[in-house]
């Protein structure tokens, strides 16, 4: 993201520059950051720089934007996605597996009997065709054919072609003969034709379809629409290479829009026609991503994690597939839990937020990714806004009460994130005293200066300082708000109280009354804080979190994000764009009420992804409640016993067919068995037994816990998907290497 603006070295922050206006075809949005009451409206807040420059090359293509050779625009576009791919699976080119051959003969097996058998055919033939078993082999000839044919040494030309349609009639015999006892039709069947038929798709895929009707790359959904002329700019540009995937996925959404009628088909039509490919604009003029890390199909709206393995363990349907995450599965939550460097920010994370940010541009989503500074989660220029709390080059700021203006809600907000994570221990087990508490400040203090407290007023409140107490009262009564100044009175006299919150209250807020945070959540109008009510909107959001020296102030801001997120996202009132949290470290951020307010996400089209480095940074009372409440879970590679035992009771089990074999030695009573047998046992040191093979169906652990913490490879996880229409995944053993 581009941070210019005005800075010196007295440790002060750049003010933000101004506001670039919207790109030709966008009409004007709403604030992205909510202004207090005595502010003048703002204007929507786009990428803190001026209007991007034009691009010197074409936009990118899937082709160029992760390495190794990929199709083209157009054959990207016209590529077939699966319809019966279930949840969690990727799409692009999948085809669905035939149904499972209990007696499939292993891959090396096979191959290894197809190449033996064709060795012994070939001997059978050099040994017969050089004479060494003699020629009985052509007695057969002599017998159905005349002499005559064979007379002057069998020179005539009846003589030779019998000669010749013989020959090919053995040579047929034996690759029957052979070819059925190396199972050669099997092996023609499983690896050559895909070879084939995956070259002829490619091959189709790469010529331009005969009927322009079925061709996706001409619009034919515009056509049939009226709107002609879109579609043959439209097309166009395509096949000039001027549209990528962003392109289309953007004006998608727009002709989407258009068939619900919130838009207007001349309005769409006069856009495309002026401004082709670059049509329905991002507010922030960026038609991509710098630079891209992971494999994307945005027809599908789905980021790909890894490859499924060829494990006995992984159900036969997924074995080899490809495994994707899109916002149908990100509605129900994603719980990815595992220790440090098993992968789960660079190979889970960082994707997901990729993808999430393409999309976005797409005007489909609503991202806000928060993580550590430096976690990796993505370039500035990525996002539209970049919040670095504690850090003097941030540009925004965050808006400490969610850009609410009503007292009882910001009041519940703050108590979530202060004292949410001991909220069990406090009188009642639960916030709400707490909530009550900050309640009787921060309405008295509204109603009188029009604003919320900054970090210092409220800490000054909460510690009872009379010069503070003071001073309220003294502009309640200026106000005339004497209900107001009830609700402080009857704090004054809570404060000092056996049992009372408030000096808890102050002691935690006193986190964030530090000199690093100095210039952060201010409410007095000198600066404009970014607010979450911004969800309606397709915006980036990255949040950088001061982990390092600040570790417990980090953790008071993440579950105050959490807990606006989950608050704004349920009281958006469009609720059309997909909203995400991506909240890469949540230790000590789950709570009863964050826990409620995940629940609630799936019912609001929002979702969250939360990582864990062990289920024992979440209280052991919510742990099981808090993997009941997410629809897709991610045990990696390095997960302890404990916690594999929690996923293993969610995984729950699933019945298995078992085979045992009994030996049971033979005992004879004939004098020449007992000599044979002696003989047999002799030769091969064991003596001779019988098997009894019992098959029966028992019930099994999907993944026991042991399993999953000492047989997941490196670089691998179990994921297990649910999307929100109730479709569920097992869980997978995944290559997130691949």
Same mark, same amino acid.
């Given at each position: 993201?581009?941070?210019?603006?005005?800075?010196?070295?007295?440790?002060?922050?750049?003010?933000?520059?101004? $506001?670039?206006?919207?790109?030709?075809?966008?009409?004007?949005?709403?604030?992205?950051?909510?202004?207090? #009451?005595?502010?003048?409206?703002?204007?929507?807040?786009?990428?803190?720089?001026?209007?991007?420059?034009?691009?010197?090359?074409?936009?990118?293509?899937?082709?160029?934007?992760?390495?190794?050779?990929?199709?083209?625009?157009?054959?990207?576009?016209?590529?077939?996605?699966?319809?019966?791919?279930?949840?969690?699976?990727?799409?692009? !080119?999948?085809?669905?597996?035939?149904?499972?051959?209990?007696?499939?003969?292993?891959?090396?097996?096979?191959?290894?009997?197809?190449?033996?058998?064709?060795?012994?055919?070939?001997?059978?033939?050099?040994? +017969?065709?050089?004479?060494?078993?003699?020629?009985?082999?052509?007695?057969? /000839?002599?017998?159905?054919?005349?002499?005559?044919?064979?007379?002057?040494?069998?020179? %005539?030309?009846?003589?030779?072609?019998?000669?010749? $349609?013989? $020959? !090919?009639?053995?040579?047929?015999?034996?690759?029957?003969?052979?070819?059925?006892?190396?199972?050669?039709?099997?092996?023609?069947?499983?690896?050559?034709?895909?070879?084939?038929?995956?070259?002829?798709?490619?091959?189709?895929?790469?010529?331009?379809?005969?009927?322009?009707?079925?061709?996706?790359?001409?619009?034919?959904?515009?056509?049939?629409?009226?709107?002609?002329?879109?579609?043959?700019?439209?097309?166009?540009?395509?096949?000039?290479?001027? /549209?990528?995937?962003?392109?289309?996925?953007?004006?998608?959404?727009?002709?989407?829009?258009?068939?619900?009628?919130?838009?207007?088909?001349?309005?769409?039509?006069?856009?495309?026609?002026?401004?082709?490919?670059?049509?329905?604009?991002? #507010?922030?003029?960026?038609?991509?991503?710098?630079?891209?890390?992971?494999?994307?199909?945005?027809?599908?709206?789905?980021? =790909?994690?890894?490859?499924?393995?060829?494990?006995?363990?992984?159900?036969?349907?997924?074995?080899?597939?490809?495994?994707?995450?899109?916002?149908?599965?990100?509605?129900?939550?994603?719980?990815?839990?595992?220790?440090?460097?098993?992968?789960?920010?660079?190979?889970?994370?960082?994707?997901?937020?990729?993808?999430?940010?393409?999309?976005?541009?797409?005007?489909?989503?609503?991202?806000?990714?928060?993580?550590?500074?430096?976690?990796?989660?993505?370039?500035?220029?990525?996002?539209? *806004?970049?919040?670095?709390?504690?850090?003097?080059?941030?540009?925004?700021?965050?808006?400490?009460?969610?850009?609410?203006?009503?007292?009882?809600?910001?009041?519940?907000?703050?108590?979530?994130?202060?004292?949410?994570?001991?909220?069990?221990?406090?009188?009642?087990?639960?916030?709400?005293?707490?909530?009550?508490?900050?309640?009787?400040?921060?309405?008295?203090?509204?109603?009188?200066?029009?604003?919320?407290?900054?970090?210092?007023?409220?800490?000054?409140?909460?510690?009872?300082?009379?010069?503070?107490?003071?001073?309220?009262?003294?502009?309640?009564?200026?106000?005339?708000?004497?209900?107001?100044?009830?609700?402080?009175?009857?704090?004054?006299?809570?404060?000092?109280?056996?049992?009372?919150?408030?000096?808890?209250?102050?002691?935690?807020?006193?986190?964030?009354?530090?000199?690093?945070?100095?210039?952060?959540?201010?409410?007095?109008?000198?600066?404009?804080?970014?607010?979450?009510?911004?969800?309606?909107?397709?915006? =980036?959001?990255?949040?950088?979190?001061?982990?390092?020296?600040?570790?417990?102030?980090?953790? /008071?801001?993440?579950? +105050?994000?959490?807990?606006?997120?989950?608050?704004?996202?349920?009281?958006?009132?469009?609720?059309?764009?997909?909203?995400?949290? *991506?909240?890469?470290?949540?230790?000590?951020?789950? %709570?009863?009420?964050? +826990?409620?307010? $995940?629940?609630?996400?799936?019912?609001?089209?929002?979702?969250?992804?939360?990582?864990?480095?062990?289920?024992?940074?979440?209280?052991?009372?919510?742990?099981?409640?808090?993997?009941?409440?997410?629809?897709?879970?991610?045990?990696?590679?390095?997960?302890?016993?404990?916690?594999?035992?929690?996923?293993?009771?969610?995984?729950?089990?699933?019945?298995?067919? %078992?085979?045992?074999?009994?030996?049971?030695?033979?005992?004879?009573?004939?004098?020449?068995?007992?000599?044979?047998?002696?003989?047999?046992?002799?030769?091969?040191?064991?003596?001779?037994?019988?098997?009894?093979?019992?098959?029966?169906?028992?019930?099994?652990?999907?993944?026991?816990?042991?399993?999953?913490?000492?047989?997941?490879?490196?670089?691998?996880?179990?994921?297990?998907?649910?999307?929100?229409?109730?479709?569920?995944?097992?869980?997978?053993?995944?290559?997130?290497?691949?």
């Amino acid at each position: 993201m581009d941070t210019e603006g005005t800075f010196d070295s007295r440790n002060t922050r750049p003010t933000p520059p101004p $506001i670039p206006p919207a790109p030709p075809g966008v009409p004007d949005r709403p604030p992205y950051a909510q202004p207090y #009451p005595e502010q003048a409206p703002a204007t929507a807040v786009g990428r803190p720089a001026g209007p991007p420059p034009m691009p010197s090359a074409a936009p990118t293509t899937p082709s160029a934007t992760v390495s190794g050779a990929r199709p083209s625009f157009a054959a990207w576009l016209r590529a077939p996605r699966s319809e019966e791919a279930g949840p969690g699976v990727w799409r692009y !080119g999948h085809k669905p597996k035939p149904s499972e051959d209990p007696e499939r003969i292993p891959g090396r097996r096979l191959i290894s009997g197809a190449l033996i058998a064709g060795l012994c055919g070939w001997l059978v033939w050099s040994l +017969l065709w050089n004479g060494y078993l003699g020629g009985y082999w052509l007695w057969p /000839m002599y017998l159905l054919t005349p002499d005559s044919w064979y007379e002057r040494g069998g020179n %005539t030309d009846a003589g030779w072609w019998s000669q010749r $349609i013989y $020959i !090919g009639v053995c040579v047929a015999v034996l690759a029957v003969l052979f070819g059925r006892v190396g199972h050669w039709g099997e092996v023609w069947r499983r690896y050559v034709t895909p070879l084939f038929r995956r070259a002829w798709d490619e091959t189709d895929a790469a010529a331009e379809p005969s009927r322009p009707e079925a061709d996706p790359v001409e619009w034919p959904h515009l056509r049939a629409a009226g709107a002609h002329g879109a579609a043959d700019r439209l097309a166009a540009d395509a096949r000039a290479g001027a /549209m990528n995937d962003v392109d289309h996925a953007r004006i998608e959404h727009a002709w989407q829009s258009v068939r619900a009628g919130r838009n207007s088909l001349a309005a769409f039509t006069d856009t495309v026609l002026r401004h082709g490919a670059a049509s329905h604009g991002h #507010p922030s003029g960026a038609r991509d991503l710098p630079a891209r890390t992971a494999e994307h199909d945005l027809l599908a709206r789905q980021v =790909r994690l890894g490859t499924a393995l060829d494990d006995p363990r992984n159900p036969y349907q997924h074995r080899g597939a490809g495994l994707a995450l899109d916002p149908d599965v990100l509605g129900t939550s994603l719980l990815a839990v595992g220790p440090p460097g098993s992968g789960k920010t660079g190979r889970l994370v960082r994707p997901v937020v990729e993808s999430l940010c393409l999309q976005a541009l797409a005007g489909r989503v609503a991202v806000v990714a928060v993580g550590a500074a430096g976690a990796g989660l993505g370039t500035d220029e990525a996002f539209d *806004v970049v919040v670095k709390i504690g850090r003097p080059d941030s540009v925004y700021d965050f808006d400490l009460y969610g850009g609410t203006t009503d007292p009882d809600e910001a009041a519940g907000i703050l108590a979530e994130a202060l004292i949410g994570d001991m909220a069990a221990s406090l009188p009642g087990g639960d916030s709400r005293r707490a909530a009550t508490a900050l309640a009787q400040l921060l309405g008295p203090y509204r109603a009188a200066h029009g604003r919320f407290p900054a970090v210092p007023e409220l800490r000054e409140l909460l510690d009872g300082a009379k010069t503070a107490v003071g001073a309220l009262r003294e502009a309640l009564e200026a106000a005339g708000e004497r209900a107001q100044a009830r609700e402080l009175e009857a704090r004054v006299r809570q404060s000092g109280a056996p049992g009372d919150v408030g000096a808890l209250l102050a002691d935690r807020i006193a986190l964030l009354d530090r000199p690093a945070f100095a210039d952060f959540f201010d409410t007095t109008g000198d600066r404009r804080p970014f607010s979450l009510r911004a969800l309606e909107h397709p915006l =980036r959001v990255r949040i950088d979190l001061p982990e390092r020296g600040h570790a417990e102030a980090s953790r /008071m801001l993440a579950r +105050l994000v959490l807990a606006q997120f989950t608050e704004c996202a349920v009281g958006r009132a469009d609720r059309s764009l997909f909203a995400c949290l *991506v909240l890469d470290d949540a230790s000590h951020t789950i %709570t009863p009420e964050a +826990l409620r307010g $995940i629940q609630r996400l799936r019912a609001a089209h929002a979702g969250a992804v939360l990582t864990l480095r062990t289920l024992d940074d979440v209280p052991e009372a919510l742990r099981s409640a808090l993997l009941g409440a997410v629809g897709c879970r991610m045990a990696c590679a390095g997960v302890t016993t404990w916690d594999g035992a929690r996923f293993a009771e969610v995984w729950g089990t699933e019945w298995v067919e %078992t085979r045992d074999v009994t030996d049971r030695q033979i005992i004879s009573d004939e004098p020449f068995t007992k000599v044979l047998h002696f003989i047999r046992k002799v030769v091969t040191g064991k003596a001779v037994t019988t098997q009894s093979v019992t098959v029966r169906k028992v019930e099994r652990e999907r993944w026991s816990a042991s399993e999953l913490a000492h047989s997941v490879p490196a670089g691998h996880a179990v994921l297990s998907v649910t999307s929100v229409r109730g479709e569920g995944g097992p869980p997978v053993l995944v290559d997130l290497r691949g």
